[in-house]
């Protein structure tokens, strides 16, 4: 049976509130695959896991799951670099193991899951941008449940995820770009005041106090901001934070 096109937009918008409701790319791919699993398990009448793959600078990683089972039999198949999902990633179609009993193409993790209870698996790609890719991988109790109805709901769904992903992932860099932002002007913030402070105890140039400074991070083997930091404290409060005293 097909995903109802009514639900779509609803399942869109569900997708979307994840990413408000979460914290990180990890908590929103958590949530994903527990609305994966509950999408597919309403559309085939049985319950379905979902676990979802992915991959970012040339690492795979088994990254979140409906359960602790699925996760683990997608880390299998990680493992052992063979799996409808790992081929699914590779050519960037949906691969249907239709039958754990019968199909011949992968004999270890077919016997895995035989051992779990897991009867077949269906391996669908997203489509994400920026050198990133991900699949989910759906796990079914029995067999003959991914029709091309089913499959076809799969997709849809898959769509929809590779959208709010994606938008995540940018979420997520550029939150990491404004962090690394952040940090390095409160770098540079506290070179240029350890500079002024030896400027002003030296009467020494800031080219000259730069030097000083850039010397004692070698000698000490230490960054360059640590020994502001400590240029700092030693005329503050002892926590970095400037302190001026007025005498009467």
Same mark, same amino acid.
């Given at each position: 049976?097909?995903? /109802? ?11 979307? &509130? =994840?990413?408000?409701? #979460?914290?990180?790319?990890? &908590?929103?791919?958590? &949530? ?20 979802? #793959? ?10 979140? *799951? ?12 990680? !493992? ?10 590779r050519i960037?179609?949906?691969?249907l193991l ?13 016997? !895995? ?14 489509? =994400?941008?920026? *050198?990133?890719?991900?699949? =989910? ?11 091309? &109805? $089913? ?28 962090? /690394? ?6 770098s540079r $913030? ?11 105890? /030296?009467?020494? #140039? ?27 404290? /030693?005329?503050?409060? *002892?926590?970095?934070?400037? !302190? #001026?005293?007025?005498?009467?």
């Amino acid at each position: 049976m097909a995903q /109802n096109s009514d639900e779509a937009p609803d399942d869109f918008e569900q997708l979307h &509130g =994840l990413i408000t409701g #979460t914290q990180d790319v990890k &908590g929103f791919l958590d &949530g994903m695959t527990g609305f994966a699993a509950g999408t597919m398990s309403r559309v085939t009448a049985t319950g379905i896991e979902c676990a979802v #793959t992915l991959r970012r600078r040339k690492s795979r990683v088994t990254v979140a *799951g409906s359960s602790a089972q699925a996760m683990l039999l997608d880390a299998i198949e990680q !493992s052992l670099d063979d799996g409808p999902c790992v081929e699914a990633m590779r050519i960037g179609v949906p691969v249907l193991l239709a039958d754990v009993s019968t199909d011949t193409r992968w004999p270890e993790f077919s016997k !895995s899951l035989a051992a779990a209870g897991c009867r077949s698996v269906l391996g669908v790609p997203l489509d =994400l941008e920026g *050198g990133a890719a991900a699949v =989910l991988n759906f796990f079914a109790p029995a067999t003959g449940l991914f029709t091309p &109805g $089913t499959v076809q709901a799969a997709e849809i769904f898959a769509d929809m995820a590779s959208r709010t992903l994606d938008l995540a992932l940018r979420l997520s860099a550029s939150d990491q770009r404004a962090d /690394n932002l952040r940090a390095a002007m409160e770098s540079r $913030t506290s070179i240029d005041l350890a500079c002024g402070i030896i400027m002003a105890q /030296n009467r020494c #140039t800031q080219d000259l106090a730069f030097e000083v400074l850039r010397r004692a991070s070698s000698n000490r083997n230490q960054k360059l901001s640590a020994v502001a930091h400590e240029v700092i404290a /030693n005329v503050t409060d *002892g926590n970095g934070q400037i !302190s #001026t005293h007025f005498e009467d």
